[in-house]
């Protein structure tokens, strides 16, 4: 790290205010048995999907981003096509997709462990995964470890992919939301209570 000047950690951009709860809380359990078995099938912790599909759609099956992602797990109409997805509103086939998609990112991570190797998946799932690639390789190359999501987060900002910067700053919050949200519904889940919308924590 010699000669770079800067501590990975202090780069961490600070954490938002939490998103204030809505007015009216209800449980929201439609999709649970849809995200059981997709997030099986591709041997993916359930409650970590139910958390990315909250943060990306808010359950919302009928969700397009400005960026024309959609349904539940906002895939985009290219990946969507890429993973079979021929109506990505109807909700089978988006989590399907989306699941695969989470799995597959998953997979490319082999050297990473525990919860690092799904936050790199999450963040790629997020960003692309040729940025997160391009942090690792900025990593290896200045003998930093390429396995640890705090530096890969800090590095984001520096890659650029087809002339593009990530917007790393969002992409770093998306993924502690997630990993925040996915906290707190396996602690409401061991604790024998329905999983609920994590807004309804504390409340």
């Not at 359990?29 to 997709?38: Q, V």
């Not at 989470?102 to 940025?131: C, D, P």
Request: aromatic share 12%; net charge positive; glycine share 6%.
């Amino acid at each position: 790290m010699a000669g770079w000047g800067w501590s990975p950690m202090s780069w961490i951009p600070k954490r938002k205010k939490p998103e204030p709860p809505p007015k009216k809380v209800a449980f929201d359990d439609r999709f649970d048995e849809l995200l059981k078995d997709k997030a099986d099938k591709y041997g993916l912790p359930w409650l970590l999907v139910k958390s990315v599909t909250w943060q990306e759609s808010r359950f919302n099956p009928g969700a397009v981003s400005s960026a024309n992602a959609m349904g539940l797990m906002q895939l985009m109409p290219r990946t969507a096509k890429v993973l079979g997805v021929t109506d990505p509103f109807d909700p089978e086939q988006n989590v399907k997709g989306g699941c695969k998609m989470l799995a597959s990112l998953y997979a490319t991570f082999k050297e990473e462990h525990g919860l690092e190797r799904y936050r790199f998946a999450v963040s790629s799932y997020n960003v692309g995964i040729a940025y997160v690639l391009a942090a690792q390789g900025i990593a290896k190359r200045a003998n930093m470890p390429t396995d640890r999501w705090p530096i890969l987060a800090c590095l984001l900002q520096r890659t650029r992919v087809k002339g593009k910067t990530p917007y790393w700053q969002e992409n770093v919050e998306y993924v502690h939301r997630i990993f925040d949200r996915w906290t707190q519904y396996c602690l409401l889940d061991m604790s024998g209570r329905k999983v609920r919308n994590i807004t309804e924590v504390g409340q």
